[in-house]
């Protein structure tokens, strides 16, 4: 089992910066970050997966490439979303999701990849 612990979410203003964490109890191989909007359905925002050797693989959605950047601290087992230039239509919801099982890539774009899940973290960002 293991328990994620986000934090850093908040109010901001239009073009501020905020950081997220989320620090996982257990042994995982990926995690990413999903944000779900009110009345709409929670989507992908941005995951990162790491080796045995130390390479790290990240995928970012379209509508924050260029504005969020995530990273791990591999010895307190924590993801970070940096988030930079941040719009109105950012607010939403975020959660952080953690799997402890090797998949393809490709799943990490989806919530299936995922065996396990933060409780959110309320970003607001006001125009």
């Known amino acids: 089992q293991v328990q994620l612990v986000e934090s850093g979410g908040g109010l901001v203003q239009a073009g501020g910066s905020l950081r997220l964490s989320c620090a996982a109890s257990g042994r995982t191989f990926a995690m990413g970050w999903f944000r779900q909007a009110p009345g709409k359905e929670r989507k992908f925002v941005v995951a990162i997966s790491w080796s045995a050797d130390g390479g790290d693989t990240t995928a970012y959605a379209d509508s924050v490439k260029g504005r969020f950047t995530i990273s791990r601290d591999s010895a307190k087992n924590t993801v970070y979303l940096q988030m930079n230039s941040l719009k109105a239509k950012d607010t939403a919801v975020y959660y952080c999701?953690?799997?402890?099982?090797?998949?393809?890539?490709?799943?990490?774009?989806?919530?299936?990849?995922?065996?396990?899940w933060g409780q959110g973290t309320q970003v607001t960002v006001s125009s």
């Open positions: 999701a953690a799997d402890p099982f090797r998949r393809a890539f490709f799943n990490r774009r989806l919530e299936s990849g995922y065996n396990y």
